[in-house]
């Protein structure tokens, strides 16, 4: 896919899109401010197949899943337990008998609670087909517990919601990390990845173009939210207002979680001092 078809796919809504002979896509019918068009449910392989990401627990969704599984569905892989990414699967289950695998950790902030995993999956592993292959990443800063999945020969990149198709990612205690979200973005970046299949959205490439651009947003916004610390904000609510000057009110809670995260990433790094919803203090004021 060069440039010019990127911009003109159209992500629709229960249509099976074939990306390439081992990898194709059906979106869920749950799209919003956070999810875009919907979950992308990825199903990988001709012979063998897994399904990344079954989304929410929609029946005709997953009907759909299994109709492009031609009953070859042998696990089922997800990359965070995301209320629109995993919930979908312990019904895929019952309708195909796939295991379920995610990573071990547990979220304490928004969660699926109930995705019960057949097995855990961790950096290093890999899931092999008769005709893919597919190397587990261990990617936190979104979540503690999310996985990206490298298409080996392909070099595309099933990245979950490590980055989405033209919105941005939310980053939000107490499990989203900053400090760790820029760690996975440097590292993705610098991989041999020729495209990146996001949990909501259009195929993104080139992939380190886009992983760059969102570092260098993220560091922008660093220096908005520090600069806001330096003028005096002291408390989330009021650097919110300074620097999210065109967010409806709806988006508010997730515009201050972003804010805490990156306050919470300047604490590590020792330019600011305080926690929660504040005060915050440059360190010495």
């Known amino acids: 896919m060069n440039d010019s078809q990127q911009q ?31 979950t992308n449910t990825w199903i990988v392989g001709g012979e063998d197949r897994v399904v990344v990401d079954p989304g929410p627990d929609d029946p005709g969704h997953l009907e759909a899943v ?3 599984g031609e009953g070859r569905i042998r696990a089922i892989l997800v990359t965070h337990a995301h209320p629109d990414h995993s919930p979908g699967a312990l019904r895929l289950r019952e309708m195909t008998g796939a295991s379920i695998m995610a990573h071990p950790a ?15 999956l961790d950096e290093g592993d890999r899931l092999d087909g008769d005709d893919f292959t597919l190397h587990c990443l261990h990617a936190p800063g979104h979540a503690s517990d999310h996985l990206c999945f490298l298409l080996e020969n392909d070099r595309i990149l099933l990245a979950g919601d490590v980055v989405m198709d033209s919105n941005t990612v939310v980053i939000s205690p107490p499990d989203g990390n900053m400090t760790d979200y820029l760690a996975t973005l440097e590292r993705l970046r610098d991989l041999d990845v020729d495209a990146i299949a996001p949990g909501h959205g259009r195929l993104l490439r080139p992939a380190a173009a886009v992983f760059q651009a969102v ?5 922008e916004r660093e220096r908005m939210v520090l600069d806001a610390v330096r003028a005096g904000d002291t408390l ?9 000057t065109h967010v409806p009110e709806a988006l508010q809670r997730v515009a201050r ?9 300047l604490r590590v790094d020792g ?14 004021d």
């Open 215 to 219: 570092i260098d947003h993220r560091l």
């Open 106 to 120: 547990e979220l304490t902030g928004i969660r699926d609670e109930g995705l019960d995993a057949d097995q855990d």
């Open 236 to 244: 989330i609510q009021d650097m919110v207002a300074r620097i999210y």
């Open 271 to 284: 330019l600011v001092s305080g926690e929660g919803q504040g005060p915050w203090h440059v360190p010495g």
């Open 257 to 265: 979680g972003s804010v805490q995260a990156h306050l919470e990433k």
């Open 8 to 38: 003109s796919e159209r992500v629709v809504v229960g249509e099976l899109h074939r990306v390439n002979p081992v990898l194709a896509r059906i979106t869920a019918p749950n799209p919003g401010m956070m999810t875009g068009p919907g």
């Open 66 to 68: 299994v109709a492009a």
